[in-house]
């Protein structure tokens, strides 16, 4: 088995209904047929290949090769895992047209933020490159400043990584969105390391940001739940982020789990350089 199928397999172990939505190198039918999934998951286990071929109108042969390019043996394997997946989720999180603050009491809560936290933190893992990540990280222990770029949230994330690295001796700024008269006036004798959170990769003064300091040959990091965004094209690298989707609020709260994990991986590789 080549690394690549390996590689799939073990992704697929945790999550496959939220790997689908990050899938790449896919054609245009296996793209319709995942969203068409992804719509209504239940018409898996409801559906045998060629009747969901059907209703996809697409053939069996490329159900089954779009099961085996996510790394499953065959459609039966690929109805199972997504069964398991289903079974993953505690009972105690509401569906996703039940308000979250409707849980039954705080018992369930308790329940259910630590297979929150504990998601956002597998998929994070799971989406992220080491080679880029080990790459970031000596891009960190080179740079003369770090700059972070945020806007509501992310602008607290980004302070709480700053915090962080400049208890370590490192410079370090969180910015609430683009400083033009800063970005336009940026030393060019200084090694400056720039982060940029969205997790759309749409945000605006963000990509504005990304692309005025790419145009000045500085090193840019895009943070986002996006590869293909606006951000991601004006950026260096892109570290992948993870929101669950189905609810804006629990979604939210993946989001900021796993951004705070990005940037904490790359703070205990500072550590290790600072002592």
């Given at each position: 088995?080549?690394?690549?199928?390996?590689?799939?397999?073990?992704?697929?172990?945790?999550?496959?209904?939220?790997?689908?939505?990050?899938?790449?190198?896919?054609?245009?039918?296996?793209?319709?047929?995942?969203?068409?999934?992804?719509?209504?998951?239940?018409?898996?286990?409801?559906?045998?290949?060629?009747?969901?071929?059907?209703?996809?109108?697409?053939?069996?042969?490329?159900?089954?090769?779009?099961?085996?390019?996510?790394?499953?043996?065959?459609?039966?394997?690929?109805?199972?895992?997504?069964?398991?997946?289903?079974?993953?989720?505690?009972?105690?999180?509401?569906?996703?047209?039940?308000?979250?603050?409707?849980?039954?009491?705080?018992?369930?809560?308790?329940?259910?933020?630590?297979?929150?936290?504990?998601q956002a933190l597998e998929e994070t893992r799971r989406l992220l490159n080491v080679s880029v990540l080990q790459r970031i990280a000596n891009w960190v222990k080179e740079s003369g400043r770090i700059d972070i770029y945020g806007s509501d949230m992310n602008y607290y994330l980004a302070q709480q990584a700053c915090t962080k690295w400049n208890e370590l001796g490192i410079s370090a700024i969180a910015h609430n969105g683009p400083n033009m008269h800063y970005l336009n006036t940026m030393n060019p004798n200084v090694s400056t390391l720039s982060f940029v959170i969205s997790h759309t990769g749409e945000n605006q003064s963000m990509v504005d940001a990304a692309k005025i300091l790419n145009?000045?040959?500085?090193?840019?990091?895009?943070?986002?739940?996006?590869?293909?965004?606006?951000?991601?094209?004006?950026?260096?690298?892109?570290?992948?982020?993870?929101?669950?989707?189905?609810?804006?609020r629990l979604s939210k709260m993946s989001s900021m789990v796993s951004v705070l994990y990005i940037f904490d991986i790359l703070y205990m590789s500072s550590i290790r350089d600072s002592y």
């Open positions: 088995m080549g690394t690549t199928q390996r590689g799939m397999e073990q992704m697929m172990e945790y999550s496959l209904l939220q790997k689908m939505k990050y899938a790449q190198q896919l054609t245009a039918q296996e793209k319709h047929i995942v969203d068409h999934i992804l719509n209504n998951p239940e018409v898996v286990f409801e559906s045998t290949a060629q009747e969901l071929a059907q209703a996809t109108y697409t053939s069996s042969s490329t159900i089954v090769r779009l099961c085996k390019k996510l790394g499953t043996q065959g459609y039966p394997d690929f109805q199972l895992k997504l069964a398991l997946d289903y079974q993953r989720a505690p009972a105690t999180l509401p569906p996703s047209d039940h308000p979250f603050t409707e849980l039954e009491d705080v018992h369930s809560a308790m329940d259910s933020v630590p297979y929150l936290y504990h145009g000045k040959n500085k090193n840019v990091i895009a943070i986002t739940g996006n590869n293909h965004s606006s951000l991601s094209r004006q950026s260096t690298e892109t570290l992948l982020s993870y929101g669950y989707n189905e609810q804006m």
